[in-house]
């Protein structure tokens, strides 16, 4: 009688799990069905929950042209998310002895020693004040020919823009810090950024599908790729490459560390997993990347090593990160109080992601 009732309790526990997961599964393919009829997404949709996969599914073409469809091995450009890589392979070669984080850069970068104050630290955090390469470049640079992250030196060295800030004065976004960071791990590792990267985290974490990827620098083909389309004013969609060689997706394409990341979302999960453990970095790591800083006047950045900050009394601690660059618009979540997952990849740079956040945070949730 007792052996009965164990068994039918456990049997009605695990009924219970799975009618709450189908209702979650349903409420969430409702919601991106109804996003993807109005146009609102194209693309790939991971939630997972203590690492589990809740929902995961695509929706949409990876190439119109073909008319190949999205699956769940699509890779995409990660364009902004692939800054907490850069993050990682600088706390990665601090770990290792080969750098701190208050060096001043021009101990790496001596060609830019007029920027004497601003450290390692400064770039990730977005505290070092220094103007945004692409406005420079729009300007200053031979179109006909594909910016490196050396060149960036080069340019900043010969025109010498002034800092906006002084460091750690204010907080403003900078994509120029993570392609400095970039350079920094190269010319420390002697190795690539991409060759970096994949030695020291998407080859332990069997990142198979994770790579940096630049389709003009260093044309290659790539099977079960996202092309990036964008929307012009007929709603068509587009090509950047249409736009020709002054559009900047062309003459920027060899630069790294504030984007370039191709990967897809289960690769993404097994990084989230893999930050749960030590298997890359410890607690002491993790308090760093994963925290907030001050600028000099005491106020809240919101932003650690690579990752957007923030606390929810409904949710709990949230790191998060964006990506937009024309024909992606990609987000990862992190729930670091309740191992909750939102990874979002899309190769349409119109989606405006934050619109149904909140609609996926209150399924999740119940």
């Known amino acids: 009688m007792r052996r009965t009732f164990l068994l039918t309790t456990i049997g009605l526990l695990l009924c219970n799990l799975t009618f709450g997961q189908s209702v979650q599964y349903k409420q969430f393919d409702s919601l991106f069905n109804a996003l993807f009829k109005q146009k609102m997404f194209n693309g790939n949709v991971l939630i997972a929950d203590n690492g589990k996969i809740l929902f995961e599914k695509s929706y949409g073409f990876a190439n119109e042209q073909t008319r190949q469809k999205i699956n769940n091995q699509t890779i995409f450009e990660l364009a902004s998310v692939s800054k907490q890589f850069t993050a990682m392979g600088i706390v990665l070669l601090a ?47 031979d179109k006909t020919k594909i910016a490196t992250n050396q060149d960036i030196v080069n340019v900043f060295a010969k025109y010498r823009p002034k800092v906006i800030f002084e460091p750690g004065e204010k907080y403003q976004y900078s994509d120029t810090g993570y392609t ?128 957007f900050v923030g606390n929810s009394k409904k949710y709990g601690k949230i790191v998060y990160h964006s990506g937009g660059w024309p024909g992606y618009s990609t987000y990862i979540e992190r729930h670091l109080d309740n191992d909750k997952t939102i990874i979002i990849l899309q190769n349409r740079s119109e989606a405006k992601i934050n619109s149904f956040l909140q609609k996926v945070r209150a399924i999740l949730y119940n």
Do not use: C
């Open 95 to 141: 770990k290792q002895g080969k750098l701190n984080y208050d060096d001043k850069i021009s101990k790496y970068i001596p060609e830019l020693d007029f920027y004497g104050n601003i450290s390692i630290r400064n770039l990730p955090h977005h505290t070092g004040g220094l103007p945004d390469y692409m406005e420079i470049f729009e300007e200053k640079w």
């Open 180 to 307: 400095l960071l970039a350079l920094i791990i190269e010319r420390i590792s002697g190795k690539t950024f991409g060759k970096f990267l994949s030695e020291n985290i998407f080859q332990p974490l069997k990142m198979k599908n994770t790579f940096i990827y630049r389709r003009r620098f260093e044309p290659k083909e790539i099977k079960n790729y996202a092309i990036g389309y964008v929307t012009d004013s007929l709603g068509h969609q587009m090509l950047t490459d249409s736009f020709g060689k002054e559009f900047y997706t062309y003459y920027l394409d060899g630069i790294v560390g504030d984007g370039t990341v191709n990967s897809t979302t289960e690769d993404l999960l097994k990084w989230d997993s893999a930050l749960y453990t030590d298997k890359l970095v410890d607690a002491k790591d993790k308090d760093l990347i994963f925290n907030s800083v001050k600028t000099n006047d005491g106020k809240e950045t919101h932003y650690g090593f690579g990752w």
